[in-house]
């Protein structure tokens, strides 16, 4: 394995500004959508020529190239290769930085070493500096394709949009439109608050003894999936016939991912609006992710996304989430007495001998985790 160097991060966080992204569907001429097919296919060969250059010359000199190298070498490469001129120039600086991250997750363990892309694993194009002067009646201007006609559902502030992003995903094309607030809400003062076990057979048992369903909506699905992907693997490689049975695979999977992500919502806006504070155990997912039986349970029910949904609609609506370990809140009784009760995934009842405290393990849980949360905000502050 080639052990090529990072470059340093370049970008910055502030603690007072909240990033947020708004999705809306784009709506591409056929001129316009055969431009952003051909800037992807040229943007995937920038790409894998960086990562050809990079890896090439650490094997043959053992000389790390850094993304500012190659950002400044993007004016001779295309005067060498004028299709290029067709590309903006802070999209093709985006692909060089995409590789870059791609580098800097490698070597910080989050993913594995960078590979070469093919066209279907290059679909998107990023804008990083937009200007409130891209979007009017309901368009966006991309600049080299055009303005095109956007879905925009839900209204927003053109000055706040610093960043566009345009993918082609499943036939269609959707445009992520990334904005910065400045403000964040002032903290109310705490009078309602709860503890939440995440769990897989109720998607969140609270401190108050509610339980929110967890609908397992890949499992309703599976049939359907599996009948799909048993068509498409019938289908010859390269065919029409092959390329639609991929999209209706695809259609079931993107329906799949929309039903989770309207659930989820729903509970962390439950939440939200009735407790100033919220206590969740800090789950290390990916670790959990080892267990083969337990992995596509967790995947269906996203406490990652969960958690990412209570963060954000938290600090905007001036509420606090608190973050606890999570080691032995299922087994320590919340009556007070502080037992350890062993047992394991199939026991559903806690009964502590000691002070004879008889709650659901998931309850007794979510108390557990409320009075952690509780003792690390009186330590803050």
Request: glycine residues 4%.
């Amino acid at each position: 394995m080639l052990q090529l160097r990072p470059s340093k991060g370049t970008s910055k966080t502030r603690e007072n500004e909240t990033v947020s992204v708004l999705r809306f569907r784009l709506e591409p001429t056929k001129e316009q959508e055969q431009t952003l097919f051909h800037t992807f296919s040229l943007c995937r060969r920038l790409y894998n020529e960086a990562l050809e250059e990079r890896v090439t010359a650490y094997r043959e000199n053992g000389v790390s190239i850094r993304y500012t190298e190659q950002q400044n070498r993007l004016p001779v490469w295309k005067q060498e290769h004028p299709e290029y001129n067709e590309v903006h120039s802070q999209v093709l600086q985006n692909v060089l930085q995409r590789l870059d991250q791609a580098f800097v997750n490698f070597f910080e363990k989050r993913a594995k070493f960078p590979k070469f892309k093919n066209k279907f694993m290059f679909r998107s194009i990023t804008y990083p500096q937009a200007r409130n002067t891209y979007f009017r009646d309901n368009k966006v201007y991309l600049p080299k394709i055009g303005w095109v006609r956007m879905r925009a559902h839900l209204p927003f502030d053109p000055v706040s949009i610093k960043m566009i992003n345009v993918k082609f995903h499943d036939s269609k094309w959707y445009v992520n439109l990334t904005y910065v607030t400045e403000a964040v809400a002032p903290l109310r003062e705490i009078q309602n608050a709860a503890g939440i076990d995440l769990g897989l057979l109720s998607l969140i048992a609270t401190s108050d003894g509610e339980f929110f369903e967890n609908p397992k909506w890949l499992q309703k699905s599976e049939k359907r999936l599996k009948r799909k992907q048993r068509q498409l693997s019938r289908k010859k490689k390269g065919s029409n016939n092959r390329e639609k049975a991929k999209r209706e695979l695809g259609y079931i999977h993107d329906h799949v991912a929309n039903q989770r992500k309207d659930h989820l919502h729903k509970v962390s806006r439950s939440l939200i609006d009735r407790y100033d504070l919220i206590c969740m155990e800090d789950l290390q997912v990916k670790g959990m992710m080892k267990n083969h039986r337990l992995a596509k349970s967790i995947v269906n029910v996203s406490w990652g996304k969960l958690a990412t949904y209570l963060e954000y609609k938290a600090k905007n609506a001036g509420k606090q989430l608190i973050k606890v370990p999570p080691h032995h809140t299922s087994q320590l009784c919340s009556g007070g007495c502080g037992t350890i009760v062993k047992k394991d995934l199939s026991v559903r009842i806690h009964k502590c001998s000691v002070c004879g405290l008889e709650i659901d393990r998931d309850v007794n849980a979510a108390i557990n985790i409320l009075h952690r949360g509780l003792e690390i905000l009186q330590q803050v502050s």
